[in-house]
C-alpha cells in the first residue's frame, strides 16, 4: 500500500505488476483498500469534468453582457477549453508513466478547480479565455485517467460493470449539463456555473488522495515533433470547425489556412508516428485490431448519438418554446435508456455474450430511433421527444460498455492510460465534427427549405388575403407578412432538423458492418 500513501513504485516492479493480475487469477492489478470509496472519487472527477463541457453553454449570453463581449467573441469561452483539451489529452499516457498516474490525477483535479475558481473571478473576456484554456488542460487528462484507474482496480471479471459505471458520467453529464447550468444561471449567477465546482472537487481531491493508487513508473523520451504535429492538426481542426460556419466555410481565406495546417499535420504525423524509433503512441496500440476498430466506434458515436444532443435543445426552445429546464427534463429518459442497457450489457457480458453482437445492436436501435424522429412535424408532444430519447438511450447504452470492453480486453495493463487518452480523444473529435457538420446543415437546408416553401405561398392557396398584395394595408399587411414568413421559417427549420436526422440515421445503419472487423478475445 506504498503507493497509496502517494509513493511510486520502482521501474524494477512493473513487470511484476503486470503479470500479478492475469484474467485466470481473477485479481485487480492494483488492489485498494476502500474500492467503493475510490470509485465515487474517481466518479467525482469524472462527472464534473463531463458537466464543464456543457454547463457553461447556457450561461453564454449572460457571461458576454457581464464580459463586454461579442456574439462573435464570446464564442471563444468554449473553444479555447476544448482546443486546449483536445491537444493536451494526447500526452495523458506520458505524463502518467513519467510522473506517476496518482500524482497526474491529482495535479489535474487540483487544476481544474483553481481553474474553475478563476473562472468565476473573471473580469474580463481575456480573462476568461485564458483560464478556460487552464481548465481544460486540467479537464483533459481527467477522462482518460479515471478510465485506466477504475480498469487497474477493478479484477477483470468485475470489468464490464465498472465500464458501465464510468460510461454513466460521459453519458448523463451532457445531458443533465444544461439544466443544472440554466438553474444556477437563473437561480443565481454565471458565475456559479464555475463555483460549483469546488466543493465538489475538494471532496474529490479528499478520496483520491486517501485511496488513489499508482501504476509503476515507466520512463521514455518524449516525442516532442509527434506532439506538435498531432496539437496543431486539433487546433486547426477544431477553429476550423468553430469558425468554418461564420466565414461561409471554403469561400474565406481564413478556413482554407485552418484546413492546409491539418491536413498537414496529419499527414507528417502519420508519417512520423510509423518510422520514429520512440513515437508519442505506443506502436502496439494500433497493432490491435480491436482497439484500432473501436477507435473509428466512438468518433462515428461522438458524430451521431452526441451530436443528436447538441441538435435537440434549439429544437424545442426555438421551435416548441420550452425552456431551459423542461427541456432538460424531456432530454433526461435518454439518460434513463443509457442507465438500463449499461447496467444489462455488463451483466451480459459477464455471462459470456459476446459484445460484437451487443454493439451491432446498439447501433440498429440508434438508428431506429433517429429513424423515427425523422418522422416528426411541430405538431408532435412531449411523448415523442420522451420515447424516442429512450430508445436511442437504449442503443448507446448497448454501444458504450460493449465497445470499451472490447478495446481494453486485448491490450496489456501499461498502454490503458494512452489506449484510454485515444478513444477519449476520438469520441471528442467525433462530438466536435458532428456537431459542426450537423448545425450546418442544419442552417443551410433551413434556407433551402425556405425558399422551395416562399413558392407555394400563392393566392391559389385559398388564403384570404393574396401575399402579393399585402403591402397596400401598410404596417397590417407588414405584420401579416411577418406571420406568414415566420410559419414557413418555422417548416422550412423543422425539415432541416428532419434531414439531419436522417442523415445520422444512415451514418449509424452505415456503420454495423464495421463490427465484422471486431475479433472476440480469447478466454472470454
Not at 453482437?357 to 408532435?380: C, Q, R
Request: glycine fraction near 8%.
Amino acid at each position: 500500500m506504498a503507493s497509496a500513501a502517494g509513493q511510486e513504485p520502482d521501474a524494477a516492479s512493473a513487470g511484476r505488476s503486470a503479470s500479478a493480475a492475469t484474467p485466470a487469477e481473477d485479481v485487480a492489478q492494483l488492489p485498494v483498500r476502500n474500492h467503493a470509496l475510490l470509485i465515487i472519487g474517481v466518479m467525482t472527477a469524472s462527472l464534473m469534468q463531463v458537466l464543464d463541457v456543457t454547463i457553461a453553454n447556457v450561461a453564454i449570453p449572460h457571461m458576454q453582457a457581464t464580459l463586454g463581449a461579442t456574439p462573435d467573441t464570446i464564442s471563444w469561452v468554449l473553444t479555447s477549453y476544448i482546443i486546449a483539451s483536445a491537444v493536451a489529452m494526447p500526452i495523458t499516457g506520458w505524463l502518467a508513466d513519467q510522473i506517476g498516474s496518482r500524482r497526474l490525477f491529482v495535479l489535474s483535479v487540483s487544476l481544474f478547480v483553481i481553474a474553475s475558481i478563476l473562472c468565476g473571478l473573471a473580469q474580463n473576456l481575456t480573462e476568461m479565455v485564458l483560464f478556460r484554456a487552464l481548465q481544460g488542460v486540467g479537464g483533459a487528462f481527467i477522462a482518460p485517467l479515471s478510465q485506466s484507474n477504475l480498469l487497474d482496480t477493478t479484477r477483470p471479471s468485475r470489468q464490464p460493470q465498472i465500464i458501465a459505471l464510468w460510461g454513466m458520467g460521459v453519458i448523463i453529464g451532457p445531458i443533465i449539463g444544461p439544466v443544472l447550468g440554466g438553474y444556477l444561471t437563473e437561480m443565481l449567477d454565471w458565475r456559479w456555473v464555475f463555483f460549483v465546482n469546488v466543493p465538489i472537487g475538494i471532496v474529490c481531491l479528499a478520496i483520491l488522495l486517501v485511496e488513489l493508487p499508482s501504476r509503476p513508473l515507466r520512463h521514455r523520451r518524449f516525442d516532442l515533433f509527434g506532439f506538435a504535429m498531432i496539437g496543431l492538426a486539433l487546433a486547426a481542426l477544431q477553429l476550423l470547425l468553430d469558425r468554418g460556419n461564420m466565414l461561409d466555410w471554403f469561400s474565406a481565406v481564413e478556413t482554407w489556412i485552418y484546413a492546409v495546417i491539418f491536413g498537414s499535420c496529419v499527414w507528417i504525423a502519420a508519417i512520423h508516428f510509423t518510422t520514429a524509433r520512440n513515437p508519442l503512441f505506443d506502436r502496439h496500440l494500433f497493432a490491435d485490431i480491436n482497439f484500432v476498430v473501436s477507435v473509428i466506434f466512438l468518433l462515428i458515436v461522438g458524430a451521431t448519438m452526441f451530436a443528436t444532443l447538441a441538435l435537440l435543445p434549439p429544437m424545442l426552445q426555438s421551435l416548441f418554446s420550452y425552456d431551459v429546464i423542461d427541456t432538460g427534463l424531456v432530454l433526461m429518459p435518454r439518460g434513463v435508456g443509457v442507465l438500463v442497457t449499461m447496467q444489462l450489457s455488463a451483466q451480459l457480458l459477464r455471462r459470456g455474450v459476446d459484445g460484437r453482437w451487443l454493439v451491432a445492436l446498439g447501433f440498429l436501435t440508434a438508428a431506429w430511433s433517429l429513424y423515427l424522429m425523422a418522422g416528426w412535424s411541430l405538431d408532435v408532444d412531449r411523448f415523442h421527444f420522451i420515447y424516442t430519447g429512450f430508445l436511442q438511450g437504449l442503443g448507446i447504452g448497448f454501444v458504450f460498455i460493449p465497445l470499451n470492453s472490447i478495446a481494453f480486453q486485448t491490450l496489456e495493463p501499461h498502454l490503458r492510460t494512452d489506449g484510454a487518452s485515444l478513444l477519449n480523444l476520438s469520441r471528442s473529435v467525433g462530438s466536435s465534427l458532428g456537431i459542426s457538420a450537423v448545425i450546418t446543415l442544419a442552417s443551410n437546408n433551413t434556407q433551402r427549405h425556405h425558399a422551395e416553401l416562399a413558392e407555394h405561398i400563392t393566392p391559389e392557396m385559398g388564403h384570404l388575403v393574396d401575399p402579393s398584395s399585402l403591402d397596400r394595408y401598410q404596417q397590417y399587411g407588414d405584420a401579416a407578412l411577418a406571420v406568414v414568413n415566420g410559419e414557413v421559417t418555422r417548416q422550412a427549420a423543422m425539415m432541416a432538423y428532419l434531414d439531419d436526422f436522417r442523415i445520422m440515421a444512415l451514418l449509424c445503419l452505415a456503420s454495423v458492418p464495421l463490427v465484422l472487423l471486431l475479433r472476440k478475445p480469447r478466454g472470454t
